[in-house]
């Protein structure tokens, strides 16, 4: 069900795009007062309260959508995406992820960097129990079920 | 001149997604995949990203309103419930079978690959049927 691709450790890649996550999410809630979870950002834009609620989300979403154009002027390539599963298996994820990220009012980036900045107990059991859900299905999938 | 800030801020995040391989699903499968191929990157990641935020929100949350807006709006729940850990169970299940999580994909939708769209469009097929559920069933709908 999924291919094996061998990935390089990038420590330095992997914490100086964390720490513009981190600054992103600072800057929103310093100028805006709003957490920056990608689920509730989305969800706002299915479900807009106001025309000023929905303009806010679309603009940020389509600033997120810039980076890869951003990372490839610099870098001359776009962001590796390499996808080792089929697309009945993208779909069938992508279903779970969306019920999953509804029902428990978020996903890595509000309640795994935004909640636990907060010290929220909720996020807390949200990201280890997303954490550990995540690790139990890929040991089940690549080591029980034989890739 | 608001909505710009907005813009930047998300292009910000966005950029941070692409550098940290995020958005790659080889490589956050290989961070689940602790007995195999194994790629501790996306630890880093989170570690990055919340080093980041938990300063920076100590210094913030201690004024009493953002620069452009009146209110901090942030969440008042600490109860722990059946959708918090359910839904998160779900969640993490499906990351662990697509690799793509919601804030690594919709950035990535700038990349223009197939493989996200159609993600994206099952991400939102999901969302729908979150919301539909309840209230087939007469409960609660989730926030």
Same mark, same amino acid.
């Given at each position: 069900m999924q291919t094996i691709i061998e990935t390089a450790f990038t420590p330095f890649q992997a914490l100086g795009g964390g720490a513009l996550i981190g600054l992103a999410s600072v800057l929103l809630m310093a100028g805006y007062g709003r957490i920056l979870g990608a689920t509730g950002i989305m969800a706002g834009v299915l479900h807009p309260t106001s025309k000023a609620d929905w303009t806010w989300r679309v603009a940020i979403l389509l600033g997120m959508m810039t980076g890869p154009l951003v990372f490839w002027m610099f870098s001359g390539a776009m962001p590796a995406i390499q996808v080792p599963i089929s697309t009945p298996m993208m779909i069938i994820g992508g279903i779970l992820v969306g019920i999953g990220v509804t029902f428990g009012s978020g996903c890595t980036s509000g309640h795994g960097v935004c909640g636990l900045a907060r010290l929220s107990s909720r996020s807390l059991v949200a990201t280890l129990t997303f954490m550990a859900t995540g690790v139990a299905t890929v040991f089940i999938i690549r080591h029980i079920l034989g890739a | 001149m608001r909505l710009f800030g907005i813009y930047i801020i998300g292009l910000i995040f966005g950029l941070g997604i692409s550098i940290s391989g995020m958005s790659n699903p080889a490589k956050v499968l290989n961070f689940f995949d602790i007995a195999g191929?194994?790629?501790?990157?996306?630890?880093?990641? %989170?570690?990055?990203?919340?080093?980041?935020? +938990?300063?920076?929100?100590?210094?913030?949350?201690?004024?009493?309103?953002? %620069? +452009?807006?009146?209110? +901090?709006?942030?969440?008042?729940?600490?109860d722990i419930d059946l959708p918090l850990v359910g839904g998160s169970a779900i969640f993490g299940i499906g990351w662990g079978i697509a690799g793509f999580c919601p804030g690594g994909a919709l950035p990535a939708l700038g990349t223009g690959r197939s493989e996200v769209l159609i993600f994206v469009a099952a991400l939102l097929v999901g969302i729908a049927i979150a919301k539909f559920l309840p209230r087939a069933f007469n409960t609660t709908a989730p926030a």
């Open positions: - | 191929t194994w790629d501790p990157s996306l630890a880093f990641v %989170m570690g990055g990203a919340l080093g980041v935020t +938990f300063f920076g929100y100590r210094v913030i949350l201690k004024r009493s309103a953002p %620069m +452009f807006d009146t209110v +901090f709006r942030l969440p008042a729940r600490t």
